[in-house]
């Protein structure tokens, strides 16, 4: 299990990312505009740089959803490769069967 610090700080990132989202995407807008001026572009970089760093989506971690597992996530159910072995084996995920040809 991940430490509980580590997955509250992922979801503080989370919450910063939303807040900040539509700002960054008019920013972003803004410098590859081709109409825009250099003037406009710079001042769109500059607002950029201004924003906080956990307002990047990238800073944000996929996380097993049941024990914070960082790494080795399943994007498509959200829990960690080791967790859906073992769920799937218990017959906890329904349509999940183990193959064999």
Do not use: C
């Not at 080795?72 to 829990?79: C, N, R, S, V």
């Amino acid at each position: 299990m991940a430490k509980k610090s580590m997955i509250a700080k992922n979801e503080k990132r989370k919450v910063i990312v939303e807040r900040y989202a539509e700002k960054r995407l008019e920013l972003k807008k803004a410098l590859v505009n081709p109409a825009s001026t250099p003037e406009e572009r710079e001042a769109a970089r500059l607002g950029l740089q201004k924003l906080p760093r956990n307002a990047s989506p990238v800073r944000v971690r996929n996380r097993d959803a049941i024990d914070g597992r960082p790494r080795g996530t399943l994007q498509k159910f959200g829990i960690s490769r080791v967790r859906f072995r073992k769920m799937a084996h218990a017959g906890e995920l329904p349509g999940i069967k183990k193959s064999s040809w």
